[in-house]
């Protein structure tokens, strides 16, 4: 069974820092990347989604894929109290039915 | 953006009780999934669905059914419930399989006493 792995589990940046999340799978079939944001007392919503080797930046937001490892990093610049939430990874593979393996997360806190 | 609604919000229940958590998305979606969250866990798919009639079976499916009953409507049951499914209960659904978004609902909060 696929695993998607994340780092680190929590992650305290100052207000305009920059944040740092990684992300690794285990299955080397997997072809889409998925980065989903949860605040607390709500549900998860796609942030970003990466599928070609490369970078791609949504303002704030960059997230970075290398297939050969099957790693994908994301990068808040310029991080606000707002951004403050838990950041799930997964993967899914172009082959099944829409199923994505999620990991653990990483808990985003930051401070003002 | 896609809509999903899930009832109930909350539930509380004892052990060995009947549970059925109602999930409908009123986008036309095919995909319907449900996952339950816990605490030091990300998401885990319980059973999906890719349309009227059809059930897959997801990651950690033990102790659960589920059921498709219309491409709105996916239904989570648990006939003896137990305090280990005491957990966040999601929702979600999309359009296309692998390379599609996740709608997620508002989430059931499910307490086994």
């Known amino acids: 069974q696929q695993k998607v792995q994340q780092s680190p589990e929590s992650l305290i940046v100052p207000e305009g820092g920059m944040a740092s999340l990684n992300c690794t799978s285990s299955?080397?079939?997997?072809?889409y990347f998925w980065w989903y944001r949860q605040h607390s007392g709500k549900s998860p919503k796609m942030l970003m989604?990466?599928?070609?080797?490369g970078e791609k930046e949504e303002g704030r937001f960059t997230v970075h894929l290398n297939k050969a490892s099957l790693h994908t990093s994301l990068h808040i610049r310029d991080s606000q109290p707002s951004d403050s939430a838990l950041y799930l990874c997964?993967?899914?593979?172009?082959?099944?039915?829409?199923?994505?393996?999620f990991g653990d997360g990483t808990v985003l806190t930051v401070k003002p | 953006e896609a809509a999903v609604t899930q009832s109930p919000r909350n539930k509380v229940t004892v052990t060995g009780g009947n549970v059925t958590l109602s999930c409908r998305q009123t986008?036309?979606?095919?995909?319907m999934y449900w996952y339950r969250q816990d605490t030091g866990h990300g998401l885990r798919l319980i059973h999906y669905?890719?349309?009227?009639?059809?059930?897959q079976i997801g990651d950690v499916p033990d102790g659960y059914k589920a059921t498709r009953t219309t491409q709105e409507d996916f239904f989570l049951l648990l006939e003896l419930a137990s305090p280990s499914q005491t957990s966040l209960y999601f929702c979600?659904?999309?359009?296309?399989?692998?390379?599609?978004?996740?709608?997620f609902g508002p989430g059931t909060r499910l307490t086994v006493l």
């Open positions: 997964a993967a899914s593979h172009n082959t099944n039915t829409g199923k994505l393996t």
């Open positions: 989604s990466i599928f070609s080797n």
């Open positions: 979600a659904s999309s359009d296309h399989w692998g390379y599609a978004e996740q709608f």
């Open positions: 299955d080397r079939n997997v072809d």
């Open positions: 986008n036309s979606h095919n995909y």
């Open positions: 669905s890719y349309g009227a009639g059809n059930l």
